[in-house]
Every structure is written in structure tokens, then in C-alpha cells.
């Protein structure tokens, strides 16, 4: 069993900045792919960014140049750091983690976000 916990969620204006972390346990946790993903009132769950193993990245069009997707795996981290915040930004935010050996997928309890004046 792999435990997943956000944090970092807040309250930030327009143009602001904030960092999620996502905190996985397990002792492989350099093997886990990572995920974050968002869910925005009324819409349903996407895709935000993702890391691999290997550090390779993607994103999802909407925050391409503004939010950057980083792992230490001696923490067990992975983070979000999200800059130029939009009103449309607003979400919870989900982590997840996907450990290749047993191929399961875990999910965190997400944390709100909410860019607003």
C-alpha cells in the first residue's frame, strides 16, 4: 500500500505563484511515475503535468511555460510550482502515483487551489 499526500493548496491573485508537494511512501519511490492532476468546479479531472522515472516531463497545453513538474527521490517528493496563476486555474489537485512492480495506481485527497482577488 502506497500512501499519497498533498499539500501546499491555498489562496493566491491573479499572477501569483505556489508550489504543491506531493509526498509518496515506499521504499521505490524513484520507480514511481507521478502524476498531478486537477479538478475544476463543474468539470471533470485532467491531466496537469507528469514525471517518469527518469525525470522526463509532459503538461497539458493550458499550463505549458508556467508550471514546472520536479521529483527529489530522496524525499519521496514530487512537486508542482506554479507561476503566472489564472482565475481558470482554480481546481483541486490531485497527486498520484503509479508503482510499475505491482502496476497500481494510488490516488492523494487532492488540495484546493483557489486564484482569486
Known amino acids: 500500500q502506497v500512501q499519497v499526500v498533498e499539500s501546499g493548496g491555498g489562496l493566491v491573485q491573479p499572477g501569483g505563484s505556489l508550489r504543491l508537494s506531493c509526498a509518496a511512501s515506499?521504499?521505490?519511490?524513484?520507480?514511481?511515475?507521478m502524476g498531478w492532476y486537477r479538478r475544476a468546479p463543474g468539470k471533470q479531472r485532467e491531466l496537469v503535468a507528469t514525471?517518469?522515472?527518469?525525470?522526463?516531463?509532459n503538461y497539458v497545453d493550458s499550463v505549458k511555460g508556467r508550471f514546472t513538474i520536479s521529483r527529489d527521490n530522496a524525499k519521496n517528493t514530487v512537486y508542482l510550482q506554479m507561476n503566472s496563476l489564472k482565475p481558470e486555474d482554480t481546481a483541486v489537485y490531485y497527486c498520484?502515483?503509479?508503482?510499475?512492480?505491482?502496476?497500481?495506481?494510488?490516488w492523494g485527497q487532492g488540495t484546493q487551489v483557489t486564484v482569486s482577488t
Open positions: 498520484n502515483a503509479f508503482v510499475p512492480s505491482s502496476r497500481i495506481l494510488y
Open positions: 515506499g521504499s521505490i519511490f524513484s520507480s514511481y511515475y
Open positions: 514525471i517518469t522515472s527518469g525525470g522526463s516531463t
